[in-house]
Structures are given as structure tokens and as C-alpha cells.
């Protein structure tokens, strides 16, 4: 039997390695402006076209290298940081596996032009494929310009997975958030598409902070600072009423690394205890200092996971820091989230004996949303048939009931008649309503999110929604990351009935919303709710029509929590079970459950 086993080419091991280090544009974006930063640059420029699928180009004013050293930077495990085992536990640089460029080399066409301090004339490489296909001098000042074409040319399948552009720049953009964040002390600018996007200079890191945010952030921010033996721990807080529904705005950096820790997280979130509501999740930007034996950051490719010796230390010292923080301003809780979500946006509107426009009004279409089987449908209009058919609640009552007592020669008889003519809600979340087969139970806020979703998606396809003119316009600003993707979605926006432009510098301009809303809601509230919805979305859907709609049923739907009456609960159901999809909402979560008469029967004879 011949021999099988054999060494892969240079080019395909680097291919197969780029897939664990450059996955999609921004991590290309993370390791060049890494790189500018160990290079000792104090002005990085960073140049995006088409989302990163064209071109990335970063542009710095570091050290530079030799000709030698531009060659040996695109070969695999070549570094400058690592000469013997111990320096792994002594790791102060971002990039040291020596990775990276090879990786990129592998699966784009890449063009370097260099020159370092010493040197009177740079050098020019081009390599595609992992192949240098020309090297000659250039003329270029000292630094380094590294650019990236036409990523994924020769990985076919992995440029097909690629999200949309908008998805794409958005990834971009919090990498570029994340390495400006950590180093203050440099000039950094972001342009996509010609558009200056930011243009920081050197700064404080609360100038920082507000450079990449917005200013009004700027009276937000309490300051965090408190030194130990062990570590130190410094940054930014954000006040209590800046905490958002969304974990976005949470950033850790150890060692000015940024790092994901869902634990240390929690320490802050611990910390912020009593002043915030449940679901509510405060803005941070901390820094961890500790010395670098103390931890642990080779154990993944992107070097975004970290471990700590004494990592349940770690969680207290940071608790015990935002604590003291929060102490020395004399933070006290100002904002009711719940009562705000609940006025402002989810309140019910309705008018006896019909539904009202912000909830359960028109009937919703069956071109909408995903797909049923015909069986699927005809098996439910079966089940539900007579749920269907209930008639319209005239009354609020949700149960009416009348007993009757029977004091026949039977002593101690006693007869009770007990009719349900509406729906019950339970604990303010769910409501219970009978069927033939037994009991049906439908979550209220996912089921709602289903009837809006399908609303919207079918406004969209038809452009056709109408619109309520608000009488004094409402301007918004919004940061970087927010204004592209709301410029992004302009026209969808405008086929479900909102009047929205832009206004300048990130800036934009509310005239009208949607006729099915409430008219005394907040549609500045509205609309930042729904980008923090929009920018969570991670969902495998390239289509930014599904992704808006269920950002946006997340932010109009009736909330848990919220007391409906019988009307209302009624309307519910019956425009749920007129969708094409009921079974669940647009996020995956059930709208309802059924209880059967069987399952009933054993439940009261175990």
C-alpha cells in the first residue's frame, strides 16, 4: 500500500489557517491596526471601500521596516516579539503568533509599501496567493502602507458568506472602536467610501470616549481609579439613566488588549446593583493593568479570550472599583425603565370593541413572512377552529361568570355553572384561552412581535404604509456606528411609514412615524431602541429588510409586564392566528403552547 500521508503546500496551509484568523473584513481591520500600533505609530489612518471587500488600507507613521524584514513579515510564524518560551508569559505587544500576515497574504491580494527610519528608499511588495509577484524600491515617507484588494478572490465559497455591506462596516467600525478606545495617546482616522467617518486626534480617553461616541455622553461618564498590588484598575463608568437594553457599549482591556468576559462583565453589572432594572446594562470602558504572567491571553486565535491566575480575584477587585466609583458620585437610581417602556412605547391603545392602531388593527396579509405547508394550515385551522370563532368581547371583564346554587333535598349540594367567554391573562405575560382540545397559553410580547413583523415585512414588498405627520420635527444624534446603519435603511424605513432624513453630521430628522402607532409615544426613544435591537441581530439572514423588521417588532411590541383587557387579548389572538407563521415570533421564541384535556386528566390523577 503506497504512502498517504504528505506535507500540504505553503499556500493551502496558509488558506486553511486564514480561517481561523481572518474571517471576515474587520479581522483583517484588527490585526493591521495592531500591527501600526506595536509599530510605535502615533497617526494611523484607516481607508475602507465597498465594507471592506474591496480594498482595506491602513496607513501609519511607525517605524517601518527593511526590505529583509517586509519579506520575512508574510511568512508563517515569523514575528519580532517571541524569541524563546518564557516571552510567552511576557507578551506586552497585540500581535506576537506571527499569523496574521501570512494569513491575509493567502486569501487576498495584498501590496506593502514600508520604509523604515534608516532607510533613504522604502520597498514594495505585491503577493497574491502567498507569492511575491513583485518587489522593486518606492519612494514613501517612514511607516508602513499596508493594502488589502479584493479579499476571498481565491476562497470563492467564503466571500459568498459574506454579509451585507452595511453588516459588514458595522463589524469594521467596532474594531476600529475598540484599538482607538485602548490607545488615546494616537491619531487615528477612518474613511469609507470617501466619507471621513472619524478623525480622532491624540486625546484624553474620556475626549476619546466622546470623539467615538457622541457628546452628550460627556456628563455620563463617571470616573473609575483604584490601584492594588495586584492590578489597577481605570476608566469610565456610565451613570445609571445611560444604561441601554443591549450590551454594546461594554468594553474590558487588559493590558490595552480588548478582551470579551462575560464574567467580569457581571462583576460590574453586580456592582451597579439596585440602580438598575433587570434587563438593563450599564456603559463601561475599564482598563485592567496586571502583569503579564498573571495572565493567559494565547488561547485563541483572535486573542480576544483571556485567562486570569486568580480570575475570581479579578471579579471582585472590579466590583469593589465600580462600587466605590458609583459611592464617591452619589449615583441614585433615576430612570424607571419599566414604567418608561411601558408608557412610551408598549401602552395598548384601544377602543371598546375593536382594536386599536399601534397593536392589533388590520388583519395581516398571507404574503407575509416565512412560509407554512398547506398541511401545517389546514392542521391548524382544524385545531383552532373554534378559538377562531369566538365572538367579539363587548364587555372589559376578562372571565364572566355566573353560579347558580342548587339547595335541593340533597343536603349540601351545591351546583356551580361556569361559562368562559373571554380570554384570562396570567402574571401579566400570558394569556389563557380555551380551545376544543383543552387550553391554549400565548406568550403576549412574542406574539405581537409576530403580527408586527409580518406587518412591516409586508409594508416593505409593497411600499405601501401610511404615515402620521408629527407636529414639531425631532432631531437625533446619533454615533458613528448608529448613523451608518440607520443610513443604511433609510428607504425601508420610509416604506413602513416613517419620516426620517438625514441632517448633517450623523444627525437626523424625525417628521413622521408609522399611522399604526401610538401618537403620544416617543419616537426618539422608539428609534434607538430599534438600533440597539438592529445591532444585536447576529442572525445568519443577509436580507436587511428581515433583520429591520424584527428589530423593529422587538421595539413596538406590547411588553411583558403590561395589563391588557379582554378586547385586547382577543385582538391579540385573533390576529395571530391569521398569520402566516404563528408558531413562533421573528426571534425563535414560541408565541404558544397548548395543554390538552389528556394532559389535564393525568395532571389531576397522578
Known amino acids: 500500500m503506497p504512502d498517504i500521508i504528505q506535507l500540504l503546500p505553503d499556500a493551502l496551509a496558509n488558506q486553511i489557517a486564514a480561517g481561523e484568523v481572518i474571517q471576515r473584513p474587520s479581522s483583517v481591520v484588527k490585526e493591521l491596526l495592531e500591527n501600526a500600533v506595536d509599530a510605535g505609530a502615533k497617526s494611523i489612518k484607516l ?42 508569559f511576557n507578551i506586552h505587544t497585540k500581535g506576537f503568533r506571527g499569523e496574521a500576515l501570512a494569513s491575509i497574504a493567502a486569501v487576498a491580494k495584498v501590496e506593502l509599501k514600508t520604509r523604515n527610519t534608516n532607510a533613504e528608499l522604502g520597498v514594495l511588495l505585491k503577493i497574491e496567493n ?22 476571498f478572490f481565491n476562497v470563492p465559497a467564503r466571500r459568498k458568506f459574506l454579509k451585507s455591506d452595511p453588516v459588514e462596516l458595522r463589524h469594521i467600525l467596532d474594531e476600529f472602536v475598540k484599538v482607538s478606545l ?18 480622532l ?66 462583576a460590574v453589572r453586580f456592582a451597579f446593583e439596585q440602580l438598575l432594572p433587570e434587563k438593563a446594562y450599564p456603559f463601561f470602558v475599564l482598563f485592567i493593568d496586571i502583569k503579564p504572567e498573571d495572565v493567559d491571553i494565547n488561547v485563541h486565535p483572535t486573542k480576544q479570550e483571556v485567562k486570569f491566575e486568580n480570575e475570581r480575584l479579578i471579579y471582585n477587585y472590579i466590583k469593589v472599583s465600580v462600587r466605590h466609583a458609583l459611592g464617591k458620585y452619589s449615583i441614585t437610581p433615576v430612570l424607571d425603565f419599566d414604567n418608561n417602556v411601558n408608557h412610551n412605547l408598549a401602552q395598548p391603545n384601544f377602543q371598546s370593541g ?21 398541511s401545517e394550515i389546514n392542521a391548524w385551522n382544524n385545531e383552532f377552529e373554534e378559538l377562531m370563532s369566538q365572538p367579539k368581547i363587548e364587555q372589559q371583564d376578562s372571565v364572566i361568570i355566573s353560579s347558580k346554587i342548587n339547595n335541593t333535598d340533597q ?89 426620517i432624513s438625514e441632517f448633517g453630521q450623523q444627525t437626523f430628522i424625525i417628521r413622521g412615524i408609522p399611522a399604526h402607532l401610538d401618537s403620544q409615544m416617543n419616537p426618539e426613544q422608539l428609534i434607538m431602541q430599534f438600533l440597539n435591537h438592529y445591532m444585536e441581530d447576529i442572525s445568519n439572514s443577509n436580507s436587511i429588510d428581515h433583520k429591520l423588521c424584527r428589530a423593529m417588532a422587538r421595539s413596538e411590541a406590547v411588553k411583558r409586564g403590561t395589563s391588557l383587557v379582554a378586547d385586547e387579548m382577543q385582538g391579540l389572538i385573533d390576529q395571530l ?11 425563535g421564541r414560541k408565541c404558544f403552547v397548548t395543554i390538552s384535556l389528556k394532559e389535564l386528566d393525568l395532571k389531576f390523577n397522578q
Do not use: W
Open 47 to 88: 481607508i475602507i471601500k465597498d465594507s471592506g471587500k474591496t480594498l482595506i488600507q491602513v496607513i501609519d507613521d511607525g517605524s517601518g521596516m527593511t526590505e529583509t524584514d517586509a519579506r520575512m513579515a508574510f511568512e508563517r510564524h515569523a514575528t519580532s516579539k517571541i524569541r524563546k518560551t518564557e516571552d510567552l
Open 411 to 499: 343536603e349540601g349540594s351545591l351546583e356551580h355553572e361556569v361559562q368562559v367567554k373571554a380570554p384570562l391573562q396570567l402574571d401579566k405575560r400570558f394569556i389563557v384561552s380555551q380551545i376544543k382540545s383543552g387550553l391554549v397559553i400565548i406568550d403576549q410580547q412574542a406574539a405581537h412581535e409576530r403580527i408586527i413583523y409580518e406587518r412591516l415585512l409586508d409594508s416593505i414588498k409593497t411600499s405601501q404604509s401610511s404615515t402620521q405627520q408629527l407636529l414639531f420635527p425631532i432631531s437625533i444624534e446619533l454615533d458613528i456606528r448608529q448613523g451608518e446603519s440607520l443610513k443604511s435603511m433609510i428607504t425601508q424605513l420610509h416604506h413602513i411609514g416613517f419620516d
Open 182 to 199: 485602548a490607545h488615546p495617546e494616537i491619531g487615528f482616522s477612518c474613511f469609507h467610501n470617501d466619507n471621513n467617518l472619524y478623525q
Open 577 to 587: 392566528f391569521g398569520c402566516e407563521m404563528p408558531y413562533t415570533g421573528p426571534s
Open 130 to 151: 502567498s507569492e511575491v509577484v513583485k518587489q522593486e524600491p518606492c519612494s514613501i515617507p517612514v511607516g508602513s502602507n499596508f493594502s488589502v484588494k479584493q479579499l
Open 201 to 266: 486626534e491624540i486625546a484624553s480617553l474620556r475626549q476619546r470616549i466622546v470623539g467615538l461616541f457622541n457628546k452628550t455622553i460627556n456628563d455620563k461618564l463617571i470616573p473609575v481609579e483604584e490601584t492594588t498590588d495586584i492590578l489597577q484598575v481605570h476608566g469610565f463608568i456610565g451613570k445609571p439613566e445611560y444604561a441601554k437594553k443591549s450590551k454594546g457599549n461594554q468594553f474590558f482591556f487588559v493590558n490595552n488588549r480588548f478582551i470579551k468576559s462575560p464574567y467580569l462583565a457581571h
Open 354 to 374: 375593536r382594536a386599536s392602531k399601534q397593536t392589533f388593527g388590520s388583519p395581516i396579509p398571507h404574503n407575509a413572512g416565512e412560509r407554512a405547508s398547506k
